[in-house]
């Protein structure tokens, strides 16, 4: 003598009307045509490069013309090549800013500080599997509103994030991080250095050898006579 209440819906059948009642639908809205290509091309094999950033700050993304942006009341979150979505802070204060972006193209990332804090950047990738295995992350990074940070997220050995601290257009710091690894900071002049040593190392050497070598003649000079 058990009978399903008739007031209830199916939990299954609730979840699957769920993108059809608060996406537009019979209209063919754009919310309602992007949640269902984007599924569509999850199911092809689209892999995604996921990023977040706590901290005090705002994101742009610019590629082929589009971009995302947290800038303002009204930030731009969706483009054809990928999303930026928030979510709040289990600390409190600025939310978490979250970008998934398609993988392939070399996305140009700026980041500008809003206020004083330690920004956490990571950025994760996935394997032919479609499962983040490769996660990166920057942690304790000094933030005021003077911050700029460049960087660009493409699959890629190393990640390297490019840091302005005062703002005055040089970078003060440069971090790398390779795969499933934490960032550090590196000296962007090193190659630089290597090579200046290398002319030194080799100019040096030359001196010397000439100068051995007039001394040998100078020596089978005095000799001879």
């Known amino acids: 003598n058990i009978r399903q209440d008739e007031d209830t819906l199916d939990t299954w059948f609730s979840s ?7 996406l537009g639908w ?32 705002d994101v742009n993304v610019t590629y082929e013309g589009q971009k995302l942006s947290s800038e303002g009341k009204n930030p ?9 979505f928030f979510q709040d802070n289990p600390n409190g204060g600025d939310p978490i800013k979250i ?3 398609k993988e392939g193209p070399e996305y140009d990332i700026q980041i500008e500080g809003t206020g004083r804090g330690k920004m956490t950047y990571t950025i994760q990738f996935m394997d032919e599997e479609g499962e983040y295995t490769d996660k990166r992350t920057f942690k304790n990074i000094n933030i005021t509103r003077q911050t700029a940070i460049d960087t660009v997220a493409t699959v890629a050995d190393t990640t390297t994030l490019n840091i302005d601290s005062d703002g005055d257009g040089s970078y003060d710091i440069t971090m790398e991080a390779e795969a499933n690894g934490r960032g550090k900071e590196v000296d962007p002049y090193l190659m630089l250095k290597i090579i200046l040593g290398i002319i ?3 100019f040096a050497c030359r001196i010397l050898n000439n100068y051995l070598n007039s001394e040998i003649t100078i020596g089978y000079i005095y000799h001879s006579n």
Request: one cysteine or more; glycine letters at 8%.
């Open 99 to 101: 970008l998934r972006l």
């Open 26 to 57: 019979p209209e063919n809205t754009e919310d309602l045509k992007y949640f269902f290509g984007d599924i569509s091309e999850t199911i092809k094999g689209q892999r995604y490069i996921y990023i977040t950033i706590a901290c005090p700050v």
């Open 16 to 22: 699957a009307l769920w993108p059809f009642s608060t």
């Open 200 to 202: 030194v190392n080799g």
């Open 76 to 84: 731009k979150t969706r483009t054809d090549y990928g999303v930026l």
